[in-house]
């Protein structure tokens, strides 16, 4: 099933059927451990709503409230090789490897819900960076006690050269106004994710697709839970929390994003987040 935070209220999508929930706050709704079991329930006793399908079209929100978004990096081997390749002349490179093998893995911490967009809307690009690339990844929401329940699709927007500087600017090329995406909505199974679930992004300029590619979840370096178990080490989540899992897609080195191209990532069972390159206005 497919849970959509939407103006009119919570939508349900189960088995091609629709359904207004008669709850009304995201943040308790979704931050429950047997999320699966207990919307089962709820919709066995709601009746089915056709119309509400049109919300998918004209009405979705970001399918976050008071989360946190956090993200985890150099989990698939094309990000590793990336980092080092734009690190290069800084010296940096090694440290991307040793995070690779290493038992901790790379977690940062992402955005906040209000520097965080959804289906949609217009995702940035900061003025003082010129080179800059979506990144594709599955994002993972774990409720308050750390359990897995649904899962969206991210993109991590990042600027490559101001990372590529200086492994310390990590936060600048990575936190920022609009520099989180999430949606289209949460896709809650009754079993993990299917382990073999592909990611596509494409990115379109002028009408052309200028960068598409594709990979499976399967290529990932570490698994899901053991991600969630660092980021739950120390740090609480009251509300749960979404996490990204890191890129296994990097467009080429002569590639950067520009203001207008539209961003499509797909994830299958999830569905597809669609965004807009855009850049701040100048004061
Ligand atoms: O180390 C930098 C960030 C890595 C990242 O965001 C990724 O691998 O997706
Ligand atoms: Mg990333």
Redesign the pocket.
Known sequence: MRLFNTREGILIEADGRYYISKNTDWDSYINRDELFALVSEEIGKLETNASAAGLLDDGLLAPISKQEVW?S????MK?REA?MEESKDAGGGDF?ARVYDADRP?IFFKATAARTVGPGDNVLIRRDSQWNVP?P?LTLFATSSGRIVGYTCGN?M?SRDI?GENPLY?PQA?SYDGAAAIGPGLYVPAQPIDPDAMIHLEIARNGETVFSGSISINRMKRSHTELIGYLFRETSFAHGVFLMT??GLVPPNDFTLATGDIVSITIENIGTLINTVTQKPIN
């Open positions: 993200a990096g150099v989990t698939y990000s980092r991307y790379e990144e990844e991590d990042s990372e990590l990575k890191g890129t």
